[in-house]
């Protein structure tokens, strides 16, 4: 298949660091947009990938899964977007479209499994796919979404993953005026979660380690902030909780959280994937009719949903602009919580 060499950052293994290299890209197909990527978020998906601590990261990987950009080509039968539009590409940028999951646009869960933006295969090369950290990305319509002209083009790339991923869990679990919500955790997904929550009318409140980002929560829009290793503070807000939406990236005990949820409430896992230690205990779950749950990103209407909300609500993320050469520091950073609250790479800087 006829493709072109391009410019992206990647690595070739779970211990190097990111550099430049050269990635295919596929010759656009009659259904194919072009994008030539301008901003890109760093998730923490992104360091999880590259450092393989999912296991299964094929390498070279070249992360990326918050990328807006503009149209440069499109194939002989795209209706959605023109040449020169702006277009976003979020974490999927394929699916089978036939099975059930997928007719509910509920792409996210494919029941023949999605194809991620990157470290997903590629059914187009046979091999496997690169994200947005390069100069182009070549995908099918139905997985590029439009921009809202208003928003801040840099700081509408996190609401392409780090925005669908609590925006989802906040739709379908209802989340209106009236609604009590608690995030855990203010990174990325964590500050995008207060404001959609609040945005969508709810009451919000953050639990978070230290009382470093109690200031910044509050600037965001919650309401209160609760110290997760402080007991008097948890037991405060006992059974308060319609919804917890848990952002924490690595194993921690879910429990004291579970004695927050309201009867009826659910708290939702984003962040941590795996086995949960300590052991969930049952006992408040079944005394008290309370679930915990997961989540994985979002369907692709849903995404034009959310992007259409913070257009017309003017909500984008709190962002650090940073230049492709500096992602090892920034993922460094990311690390120790240092990321106010997310970093966006200019990708003019890999043009340099
Ligand atoms: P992030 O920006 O690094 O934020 C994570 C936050 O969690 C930190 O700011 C920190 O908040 C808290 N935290 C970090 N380490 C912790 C620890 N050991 N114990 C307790 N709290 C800790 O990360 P992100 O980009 O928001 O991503 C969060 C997680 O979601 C990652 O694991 C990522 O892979 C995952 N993710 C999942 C989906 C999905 O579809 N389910 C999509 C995107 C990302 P405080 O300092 O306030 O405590
Ligand atoms: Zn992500
Ligand atoms: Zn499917």
């Known amino acids: 298949m006829e493709s072109t060499n391009i410019k992206a950052f990647g690595t070739h293994a779970a211990d190097a660091p990111l550099q430049q290299m050269g990635i295919n890209r596929r010759e656009i197909t009659s259904k194919d947009i072009e994008i030539e990527i301008l901003f890109c978020g760093v998730c923490h998906s992104d360091l999880h990938t590259a450092r393989n601590d ?157 009382a470093s980002k109690e200031k910044d929560a509050l600037i965001l829009g919650a309401d209160a902030v609760i110290i997760s290793s402080d007991k008097t503070q948890m037991a405060s807000v006992r059974g308060k909780f319609d919804l917890i939406i848990d952002t924490v990236p690595y194993i921690h005990d879910v429990n004291p959280y579970v004695a927050t949820l309201n009867i009826g409430g659910t708290l939702v896992i984003v962040g941590y994937l795996g086995g949960l230690d300590p052991i969930l205990n049952t006992v408040p779950m079944i005394m008290g009719r309370k679930s915990v749950a997961g989540s994985v990103i979002g369907g692709i209407a849903e995404t034009q949903e959310l992007l259409d909300f913070c257009g017309q609500f003017n909500i984008v993320s709190e962002i650090e602009i940073i230049k492709i050469q500096d992602i090892n520091e920034a993922y460094e950073r990311m690390l120790k919580s240092d990321v106010r609250y997310r970093f966006v790479i200019d990708m003019a800087s890999l043009k340099k």
């Open 54 to 210: 999912w296991g299964g990261t094929v390498y070279p990987a070249v992360p990326g899964h918050e990328i807006v950009g503009k149209v440069t080509r499109v194939g002989s039968e795209v209706s959605r977007l023109e040449t020169g539009d702006f277009a976003a590409v979020g974490c999927l940028v394929d699916s089978c479209r036939e099975c059930g999951s997928c007719r509910q646009d509920l792409e996210q869960y494919c029941l023949n499994g999605f194809t991620g933006t990157y470290n997903g295969k590629d059914k187009h090369s046979g091999g496997h796919t690169f994200g947005g950290y390069s100069e182009k990305i070549v995908v099918n319509e139905h997985f590029v979404l439009k921009v809202p002209p208003n928003l801040d083009l840099a700081a509408t790339a996190p609401l392409l993953c780090a925005g669908i991923t609590t925006w989802s869990p906040l739709r379908h679990w209802k989340v209106g005026k009236g609604s009590k919500v608690a995030v855990i955790g203010l990174g990325g997904l964590g500050h995008m979660a207060i404001k959609l929550a609040k945005g969508l009318g709810a009451e919000v409140a953050l639990f978070s380690r230290t």
